[in-house]
């Protein structure tokens, strides 16, 4: 029997290109009943309705997981279609138009910009900035909430627009939320990032 | 200036959060998932697990028990423990590890932590050191869960362990530990003055005042208490206030 309200769970993907540890995220998902299902397979990113990058480690080893696993193209593809994509760390680094670390690599280009490292720190603040940190938007209205940041390299996007959350660190404040319509990236671990990381979950599930 | 991170420890021995004083006498006090939960709920910026008998024992931690534990925060956890291959800090990633400390196996295997930091990422690979002041003043680092000299210099070990790759260093004075008499100032501060990488200061943390101390005169980044918080001497939240009124900042929950 066909209930006649519509309860469709959207179909969750966390792309698994051999970076970073999954586990975290998918307990974060868990924790408001979604099973967001980790995998590489080019087909359920296809049919997912949205799809997570995680990632930890440089921009050129995520990016090569990606292309060993023949992701790239896919990434872009639902990416080119506006459908919601999260990025977080590495994965929202890599959403970018190159990476400056040890060397300059390739990125998805999906957001125009750069990452580079951390510059010209105050207080000889140590790179990287590990530890937590309050996001403001580019208004200037601080969120109130501090989120876990793990970072020696930061989101430089080329436009002002992009620009979606504003964080300081050694005095330099830096892009710590990239958007492009529907696609997010943000430079901190909302898995990690208590009550307030929760928070930024679900509203990603329920923005899809 | 940046948050103080404020981070406890948990000594596990089987099923067990335990406290050894002065690694002679270990009493249980409490079980882990209870006071996982509980503070992560008050407030802990992270959490620090380790099993102390696993390298003792030659063996592995509970996988299961740490999956357990960290089923429900939502804050970055350190396993330590027994790591002594890329495949143990695989299984404690899939259980519910962000990071892994390791010590008594990288002082016998240096290199193993460069081969931990290059596969994992530094930020995943905590310097563990258990420190204990010789009569000659010298720290010398001990292994085993704080039992066995290693005959290594404690300090520079951890000048070599970040040239090695390390992302953090976890130091734990083996004197201090248990005691809530105040952390020991002077090794915190004499390995903060040359590290490049974060410091997260342990043992002896008692009064609040202690605690303030170590942060401004030892300059170490974060700080992690074991007793004071089992034995509800203190709680997260007093800690934090407490920190906060001294124009020290903390992120408040």
């Known amino acids: 029997m066909c209930g006649w309200f519509d309860m469709t769970i959207p179909k969750i993907t966390i792309i698994d290109y051999g970076v970073g540890n999954l586990q975290s995220l998918k307990k974060a998902f868990n924790f408001f009943g979604v099973n967001a299902a980790a995998s590489e397979d080019t087909n359920e990113i296809l049919t997912s309705d949205a799809i997570v990058l995680p990632g930890v480690g440089s921009f050129e080893a995520g990016m090569r997981g990606l292309k060993v696993r023949g992701l790239v193209n896919n990434v872009k593809n639902f990416a080119a279609k506006n459908k919601p994509m999260l990025g977080i760390c590495l994965g929202a680094q890599i959403l970018l138009s190159e990476g ?39 208004g200037g209205e601080m969120w109130n909430q501090d989120f876990y940041f ?9 436009r002002k627009e992009n620009i979606f959350g504003l964080t300081t660190y050694g005095g330099r404040e830096f892009c710590s939320i990239v958007k492009n319509g529907n696609i997010y990236g943000t430079q901190f671990h909302p898995e990690k990032s208590g009550k307030a990381g929760l928070e930024i979950i679900k509203n990603f599930i329920n923005s899809i | 200036m940046k948050n103080i ?22 009493r249980v006090v409490g079980n882990p998932k209870v006071l996982a939960e509980t503070y992560y709920n008050e407030g802990a910026d992270e959490l ?5 008998v696993a390298s003792l024992y030659q063996r592995n931690l509970d996988f299961d028990l740490l999956k357990s534990v960290t089923e429900n925060i939502f804050i970055p956890v350190t396993v330590g423990g027994g790591i002594r ?21 990288a002082i016998h295997h240096p290199e193993f932590l460069t081969e931990a930091a290059k596969e994992f990422g530094s930020q995943c690979i905590v310097l563990y050191i258990e420190a204990k002041k010789q009569q000659d003043g010298i720290y010398e680092a001990y292994t085993d869960g704080g039992r ?21 260093i976890l130091i734990t004075s083996v ?22 990488v974060p410091i997260i200061a342990h043992g002896g943390a008692g009064a609040l ?16 208490a074991s007793s004071i918080f089992h034995y509800k001497e203190s709680n997260i939240c007093s800690v934090k206030n407490y920190l906060r009124g001294k124009n020290i900042n903390v992120r408040m929950v």
């Open chain 1, 100 to 138: 400056h670390e040890f060397g300059v690599f390739e990125g998805l280009d999906i957001i125009p910009g750069k990452v580079i490292r951390f510059f010209d720190l105050q207080n000889k603040e140590k790179i990287p900035h590990i530890g937590w940190n309050m996001v403001k938007s580019p």
């Open chain 1, 150 to 158: 793990v970072h020696s390299y930061i989101l430089l996007p080329d």
């Open chain 2, 5 to 26: 991170r404020v981070i406890p420890l948990l000594n596990i021995k089987g099923p067990n959060v335990v406290k050894p004083v002065h690694t002679e006498a270990l």
């Open chain 2, 48 to 52: 620090i697990y380790l099993d102390i």
């Open chain 2, 85 to 105: 291959s890329v495949h143990d800090i695989n299984n404690a990633l899939r259980s519910g590890a962000d990071k892994v400390a390791i010590n008594t196996y």
């Open chain 2, 148 to 168: 066995e000299h290693s005959g290594l210099d404690a300090v520079l070990w951890a000048r070599r362990a970040i040239d090695l790759g390390v992302g953090e």
């Open chain 2, 175 to 196: 004197d201090q530990d248990g005691t809530m008499r105040g952390y020991d100032l002077d090794l915190i501060k004499k390995i903060a003055d040359f590290s490049t």
């Open chain 2, 209 to 224: 005042e202690s605690i303030e101390q170590v942060i401004t005169k030892a300059k170490t980044d974060a700080v992690s």
